[in-house]
């Protein structure tokens, strides 16, 4: 069983709760700045994430999950396409429907970028943070990932 602090409203958690945020808003910041897809907008990195980790899909869906209308989807979609990023072809379910997808150019992009950031991090580890320091971390990332698995 997890132990829990003896409050809801304790004071340090509230502290800790504010330095957390800051530290992950610096980090998301830190390790953008090491992708290579340095040109796309947050809604276009948004859209490629989710093809990727949940598979084709129509524009009114992926509207509807990033909280846009379509017709801005469109838009999003139209420059992806014509980055070389996506394509579309029929839904073998609904011919009426056009499943959008990632190109294989994109996948090896998005596989570049992650291998970048992997790189970055881990020599930013190695350099900044002793021995004793890395199993802080390791430590600190079972506490933390604690607080976002169910």
């Known amino acids: 069983m997890v132990e829990r602090s003896d409050t809801l409203e304790s004071p340090y958690a509230a502290v800790l709760a504010e330095d957390l945020r800051g530290f992950v808003r ?4 830190l390790l953008r700045q090491q992708a ?5 907008t947050p809604t276009q990195s948004a859209v490629l994430g ?5 598979g084709p899909a129509t524009t009114s869906n992926l509207a509807r999950l990033e909280g846009m209308r379509p017709q801005s989807m469109g838009a999003v979609i139209t420059s992806l396409e014509t980055a070389g990023l996506v394509r579309g072809a029929p839904d073998p379910e609904d011919g009426r ?7 294989d150019s994109c996948r090896q992009r998005i596989r570049e970028d992650r291998a970048a950031r992997q790189d970055w991090l881990q020599r930013t580890i190695a350099a900044r943070l002793s021995r004793e320091e890395q199993r802080q971390v390791v430590a600190a990332v079972e506490l933390l990932t604690r607080l976002v698995d169910d």
Do not use: A, F, H, N
């Open 50 to 54: 989710r093809l990727e980790r949940d």
């Open 36 to 40: 290579l897809v340095g040109d796309l």
């Open 26 to 29: 610096k980090l998301k910041r």
């Open 97 to 103: 429907q056009t499943l959008l997808s990632l190109t």
